[in-house]
């Protein structure tokens, strides 16, 4: 029988047109879309910050608002904390930047990315997964980061490592630095000086903008070679009243050129800032919707409201330099502070590699004065921050609740902490309380599961944010593509559907050497886990190795919370001693344990990147299992 033409278009047109309708209700109502069920995701961490400088923490740990040192302010994110879920007891994999933020991002222990410290990895090995946003882009998301990243990603090109990056709008920190969109920064290639040309360019100097534009160049290159800005660096340390670092033991430490910057006045007011000025192209992100926008000389893809977003910002506060804006300054300079006091008992029971550590970067040299005002401003630039990241938080609500879409908000309290004379010295690296407890406070649209006021005490760990932001955005953690992932759903650990840890683990090769830690609610131990950094050989060296050997430190946290007196070698604790120990090399050294050559033996400055040979050690699969029993 013959079909007259016209039956089909009768019988497609209804079709076609619920085709067009569809389309159309996805344009006009994105949230309908099957894709905008996922919710717009805003990951906010910042760098180097204390626990105790938010005065939501202090209540839940301690029952007090303040810091044991003293005055603190962090009403936005106090606000957080009510509005949502707190991970109270959250610990950080390693306490430095790089494997910190990489073990974020992979959502793995150091000892099974084979990330220890600040190294250039690849991602060509048999080893090597999709990070986060790269994750999150699979499933549909536009992704974008602003500031800091520290993961120090590349690829494999022709054999040569080359950048990759990770997420689809990247604002990073190096741009804002070399064109000097803020007040501080460093800049590479220099050959300009407030206008002046340069014969031969400057290679990298770190430098101070004020309000005029006037640069501040830190550096001895520049003026010794041009006699002109000579005094450069004396002038900007007056102007600003900075406090360096500096080491009576160590000839030259105490000049206007030695780096780190551990107090002072910024240069420009509220917002200008590098931290001020990553907001400001957040804002433009998400206010320029299906347009470019501007920063600097470059130009960005704004806002997709057809797609789910997923956003991270990397504060730099209140990482070096401490400068906050004068106006918190000045007001944090009206408040005195305790300052932890080291005695020599304490130095001599210390670890080996820890009182090195803190010999290198002693502050009993410092006046009192001088500690005084390195606490004031370290805890007004977290205060300054505060206001920044309620300012980041409220504009990405406010987007989302424009176009009626679900939202979620993981705010992390420092890639690791701080030491503020605690120990005698400043910095990080040492697996201390005060270095390595960085809680974790998620905010949701989806009440039921992240309820306002929630205080969950069981242990979480930094490897568990990657899982946490996957789950919300729709991924099935439980099929194969994401059995790589370490950490847990915090989701399922706010409503009890997962056990709780009986302890929290992690390493770090960066300053300290090879070492590793374990924590429970009353102890923390940690040793050393290998001879040198020469990656694949000796893993299993800490096995045989005597327990002198390991320099161990073990402290039982009831009674002695500042991590004071090292129980290491007390025979009161040997059983305790020997069963974290046990638990710990077991872990790190046997449960699908890789090591990767990444193209260098000086893993601190290597560049390369180009090793992609893995070396394993799994004598003891499935000994990660969360449970230590201790008497």
Not at 117 to 133: A, R
Not at 137 to 151: D, E, I, N, R, S
Request: net charge negative; hydrophobic share 35%.
């Amino acid at each position: 029988m013959k079909i007259n033409p016209l039956f089909y278009l009768f019988l497609f047109l209804p079709l076609s047109l619920t085709f067009g309708y569809i389309q159309k209700t996805q344009k006009d109502h994105p949230q309908d879309s099957v894709t905008q069920r996922q919710p717009n995701i805003l990951w906010v961490l910042t760098d180097d910050q204390r626990y105790d400088a938010i005065r939501a923490f202090n209540n839940m740990l301690h029952g007090r608002e303040m810091s044991e040192l003293g005055y603190v302010e962090s009403p936005n994110v106090d606000r957080l904390a009510t509005q949502g879920v707190t991970y109270i007891n959250t610990y950080c994999q390693a306490m430095v930047c790089a494997p910190s933020r990489a073990s974020m991002h992979t959502g793995r222990y150091p000892f099974r990315s084979g990330i220890y410290q600040f190294e250039y990895f690849n991602n060509n090995t048999d080893n090597s997964y999709p990070l986060l946003p790269e994750a999150m882009a699979k499933l549909g998301y536009q992704t974008a980061h602003f500031g800091k990243l520290g993961v120090r990603i590349r690829t494999l090109k022709e054999g040569k490592a080359i950048g990759y990056p990770i997420y689809q709008t990247d604002v990073n920190t190096h741009l804002v630095q070399q064109e000097a969109l803020a007040a501080t920064g460093r800049q590479r290639n220099i050959t300009e000086v407030n206008g002046e040309k340069l014969e031969n360019p400057i290679k990298q100097a770190t430098y101070l903008k004020d309000e005029s534009g006037k640069m501040y160049y830190i550096s001895k290159e520049l003026e010794a070679q041009y006699p002109q800005f000579a005094g450069m660096a004396k002038e900007a340390h007056e102007k600003y009243d900075l406090l360096r670092k500096y080491n009576s033991k160590k000839e030259d430490s105490d000049t206007p050129f030695h780096p780190g910057i551990l107090a002072g006045v910024s240069p420009l007011p509220y917002g200008k800032t590098r931290d001020g000025v990553y907001n400001t192209a957040f804002k433009s992100f998400l206010q320029s919707e299906d347009q470019q926008f501007e920063f600097g000389h470059r130009s960005f893809q704004g806002a997709d409201p057809s797609k789910p977003l997923f956003c991270h910002i990397g504060y730099d506060f209140p990482h070096t330099p401490v400068l906050p804006p004068a106006d918190y300054r000045e007001r944090f300079q009206q408040h005195q502070y305790e300052v932890p006091t080291l005695t020599e008992e304490e130095l001599e029971k210390m670890p080996e590699v820890f009182r090195k550590r803190v010999l290198n970067v002693y502050t009993n040299d410092f006046t009192d004065q001088e500690k005084q005002k390195m606490i004031q401003d370290y805890y007004a630039f977290c205060a300054y921050g505060d206001a920044l990241v309620g300012e980041a938080v409220d504009a990405f609500v406010k987007y989302s609740e424009k176009h009626d879409q679900p939202w979620l908000v993981v705010y992390v309290c420092g890639d690791h902490g701080w030491m503020l004379n605690d120990h005698g010295t400043i910095g990080k690296v040492v697996p201390w309380e005060v270095d390595m407890h960085n809680p974790i406070i998620v905010v949701s649209s989806d009440k039921k599961k992240f309820p306002p006021n929630k205080v969950v005490t069981d242990f979480t760990e930094f490897v568990d944010i990657a899982p946490t932001i996957l789950d919300a955005a729709g991924a099935d953690l439980q099929s194969d593509q994401y059995a790589y992932l370490d950490g847990m759903d915090l989701a399922k650990v706010a409503s009890g559907e997962l056990p709780a840890r009986d302890y929290v683990i992690g390493q770090s090769h960066h300053v300290v050497g090879p070492r590793a830690y374990i924590r429970t609610k009353e102890y923390a131990f940690s040793l050393r886990t290998r001879p040198n950094l020469n990656r694949g050989e000796d893993m299993k060296w800490a096995l045989q190795a005597s327990y002198e050997a390991l320099d161990p430190s073990l402290y039982y946290t009831p009674k002695d919370p500042h991590e004071i007196n090292n129980l290491a070698f007390d025979e009161a604790y040997q059983d305790v001693a020997m069963a974290m120990k046990e638990k710990l090399l077991t872990i790190v050294l046997g449960d699908n344990r890789a090591e990767t050559n990444w193209g260098g033996d000086n893993y601190g400055k290597n560049v390369k990147a180009v090793g992609t040979k893995v070396y394993r050690s799994n004598f003891a699969p499935g000994a990660h299992d969360y449970k230590l029993e201790l008497e």
